[in-house]
């Protein structure tokens, strides 16, 4: 199933013609996140805590009962495995993540420095405008490296181990992390239950992707001793892994102080 899932994607990706017409599950999704989020998330921090555990429950239940309810109506045999990838194809973003980091790369390349930080500033959240050439390449590594764990691998991996419910679950856990997984005043305490399940859900992924960097870069020895020795020093439990083993297998810097609202994020 997930292997179908990968071909139509690679093939047709998410149309914008459908996008305009109904939208996108992750945006479905995206909706009821904000909804909760602007209901639920208000009084002291304890109240915070325990309502954003009530959102990661309620958001978690509406993505899990319909694709478990459609993973058992899937007929036996290649007729469920094609429609049931059918079903898994729109929470696989490969080609989007393809389509993103080119729009960076082409005109990076072509020394058209604006264009290129109005492109990485649609894919990472630091500010691009103090980013020189060599910054908005190290942005944009770093948001391929992490972004093929959870948008690609996690999804699929997932999807392999429990079908259709194990992919649209991951999905709206990863939504919510996106959206309010956040140490900001407003999701510091709202948001620590779908940060944490995040960090879960994506420990085997995230280093599985490194793994696979590594043994596609065609420099593995290097790779993976980059990965092993620096993936622990980066904030994220996760995001170290795939980033490290990038970097490794480039031969580059990347992770280092960053920029987000005015404020410096000194990292290692």
């Known amino acids: 199933m997930m292997l179908v899932a990968l071909a139509i994607d690679a093939a047709i990706g ?5 996008f305009r017409r109904i939208g996108h599950p992750v945006t479905w ?3 009821l ?7 639920w998330n208000r009084g002291p921090p304890a109240a915070r805590r325990l309502a954003g555990v009530g959102c990661v429950a309620a958001v978690g239940l509406a993505s899990l009962v319909p694709a478990a309810v459609l993973q058992a109506a899937l007929p036996a045999g290649w007729p469920g495995i094609l429609t049931g990838g059918a079903l898994a194809w729109p929470l696989v973003a490969a080609r989007s993540m393809g389509v993103h980091v080119r729009a960076v790369a082409t005109p990076l390349q072509q020394g058209r420095i604006d264009a290129a930080r109005h492109a ?4 990472v959240g630091r500010d691009p405008a103090r980013l020189d050439r060599a910054g908005i390449a190290r ?9 093929t764990s959870d948008g690609i691998v996690a999804p699929v991996f997932w999807g392999a181990v429990a079908g259709l419910p194990g992919i649209a679950l991951y999905k709206a856990v990863n939504t919510m992390d996106s959206m309010i997984g956040h140490r900001t005043p407003r999701h510091e305490d709202f948001g620590k239950a779908a940060a944490r399940l995040d960090d879960l859900a994506n420990l085997i992924p995230a280093r599985l992707t490194g793994l696979l960097f590594a043994v596609v870069s065609g420099r593995p020895r290097r790779a993976l001793a980059c990965m092993w020795r620096d993936a622990r020093h980066h904030r994220s439990p996760n995001a170290g892994w795939p980033e490290a083993a990038m970097a490794g297998a480039l031969d580059v810097r990347l992770s280092g102080p960053r920029i987000y609202a005015g404020r410096v994020a000194e990292e290692p």
Do not use: C, H, K
């Open 33 to 39: 996140i904000a909804g909760l989020d602007r209901r």
């Open 29 to 31: 999704m995206g909706a």
């Open 120 to 123: 990485v500033g649609r894919i």
């Open 139 to 147: 942005a944009t590594l770093e948001s391929l490296a992490e972004n």
């Open 14 to 18: 998410w149309p914008d013609r459908l």
